[in-house]
């Protein structure tokens, strides 16, 4: 008899974890909800609260969102210095948005030291990841031969890859490009490009996201950066 109620005790507990594990969940979901809410009707300082709080508990998508704020100076005085480090602890958790703006940022030396092969590094896992402006912007790294061995046909394929996602900026440079590209280049480009497309494209489509993940939402007009030309 003691033993019987001492299993279904454990399993009383069993379920209450359970219960809390489950309303804390919802609990972060609705606060960054409420924080990308609290910005678009501009109140700034309220965001700043909570991104502010979900960030020190580790959740990426609070830390890019903070990073914002400090960039943007919205809520908090600006500071840069503290936006790269929160979009960096968001990249280092695989959040594409935030590893493409670590790219951004070491591309342009804004905030850092200008470094290509770091710009390179971060724009690749973005770019791995199927964001659009890190595709393009990586093609112009390798365009350029910055941060890497130029490599026109991949420059041509990430490109190709941005512009499957409606990024015209890319359109402009791939035709750029194409001028200077013998028929067998762009053969070649042309066929890693659907493969490429196959990797880095096809599974993150908005479909994809939906069903597998609760999205990374961002402050608007946030990372909408213009992609750099080829020199």
């Given at each position: 008899?003691?033993?019987?109620?001492?299993?279904?005790?454990?399993?009383?507990?069993?379920?209450?974890?359970?219960?809390?594990?489950?309303?804390?969940?919802?609990a972060v979901i609705a606060s960054i909800e409420d924080g990308i809410s609290a910005v678009e009707n501009e109140?700034?300082?309220?965001?700043?609260?909570?991104?502010?709080?979900?960030?020190?508990?580790?959740?990426?998508?609070?830390?890019?969102?903070?990073?914002?704020?400090?960039?943007?100076?919205?809520?908090?005085?600006?500071?840069?210095?503290?936006?790269?480090?929160?979009?960096?602890?968001?990249?280092?958790?695989?959040?594409?948005?935030?590893?493409?703006?670590?790219?951004?940022?070491?591309?342009?030396?804004?905030?850092?030291?200008?470094?290509?092969?770091?710009?390179?590094?971060?724009?690749?896992?973005?770019?791995?990841?199927?964001?659009?402006?890190?595709?393009?912007?990586?093609?112009?790294?390798?365009?350029?031969?910055?941060?890497?061995?130029?490599?026109?046909?991949?420059?041509?394929?990430?490109?190709?890859?941005?512009?499957?996602?409606?990024?015209?900026?890319?359109?402009?440079?791939?035709?750029?490009?194409?001028?200077?590209?013998?028929?067998?280049?762009?053969?070649?480009?042309?066929?890693?490009?659907?493969?490429?497309?196959?990797?880095?494209?096809?599974?993150?489509?908005?479909q994809q996201n939906k069903l597998t993940s609760r999205g990374h939402p961002a402050i608007p007009n946030a990372?909408?950066?213009?992609?750099?030309?080829?020199?």
């Amino acid at each position: 008899m003691m033993k019987n109620r001492l299993c279904n005790f454990n399993h009383i507990i069993q379920l209450v974890g359970a219960m809390l594990l489950l309303l804390l969940t919802n609990a972060v979901i609705a606060s960054i909800e409420d924080g990308i809410s609290a910005v678009e009707n501009e109140d700034y300082m309220s965001a700043y609260t909570m991104f502010k709080e979900l960030a020190a508990q580790g959740d990426a998508e609070a830390q890019y969102n903070l990073a914002i704020l400090y960039k943007q100076g919205k809520g908090v005085m600006q500071d840069a210095d503290e936006a790269v480090n929160w979009f960096r602890k968001a990249a280092q958790q695989g959040l594409a948005s935030a590893q493409y703006y670590m790219g951004h940022l070491y591309d342009s030396g804004e905030g850092v030291k200008q470094d290509f092969i770091l710009a390179k590094n971060w724009y690749t896992k973005a770019a791995q990841q199927g964001n659009a402006s890190a595709q393009s912007n990586l093609g112009v790294l390798y365009a350029n031969g910055e941060g890497i061995k130029q490599d026109i046909v991949k420059a041509y394929v990430w490109f190709s890859l941005a512009v499957s996602q409606g990024l015209t900026a890319a359109l402009d440079n791939r035709n750029l490009l194409a001028k200077s590209m013998s028929s067998e280049l762009l053969n070649n480009a042309t066929m890693l490009s659907r493969e490429y497309f196959q990797q880095y494209v096809a599974p993150f489509s908005p479909q994809q996201n939906k069903l597998t993940s609760r999205g990374h939402p961002a402050i608007p007009n946030a990372h909408q950066q213009t992609p750099m030309a080829i020199q």
